[in-house]
Nanobody
């Protein structure tokens, strides 16, 4: 299964973007999908995740209140709405997924995820 991420780009501080991620198959209907990001010279970090059922979501503290994760069942697509962007949000954003329904306490951990997309660049200019 491949994860196709899109929607990145360059935006000024305070602006918005919406990232999309579409799996090549409807594999994760009982699982968990999310977003991580990696800035130059830094480790990949958790951004947000949700159970495909919609029952549980989790956000990194750094994005809480600014980013929103959601999914469209009919389109089999995961979204990440990025608002009030800051220069420190600049990174490559990766879509990720697992067929397991993760609990809240483990959603932040990248080792829990089995599938990764190719990444989409988000650049925020100040």
């Amino acid at each position: 299964v491949q994860l196709q991420a899109s929607g990145g780009g360059m935006v000024q501080a305070g602006g918005s973007l919406r990232l999309s991620c579409t799996p090549s198959a409807r594999t994760f209907s009982s699982g968990t999908m999310g977003w991580f990001r990696q800035a130059p010279g830094k480790e990949r970090e958790f951004v947000a995740a949700m159970r495909w059922s919609g029952s549980t979501t989790r956000y990194a503290d750094s994005v809480k209140g600014r980013f929103t994760i959601s999914r469209d069942r009919s389109k089999n697509t995961l979204y990440l709405q990025l608002n009030s962007l800051k220069s420190e949000d600049t990174a490559v954003y990766y879509c990720t997924a697992t067929t397991r329904s993760l609990i809240f306490s483990t959603m932040y951990n990248r080792v829990e995820y089995d599938y990764w997309g190719q990444g989409t660049q988000v650049t925020v200019s100040s």
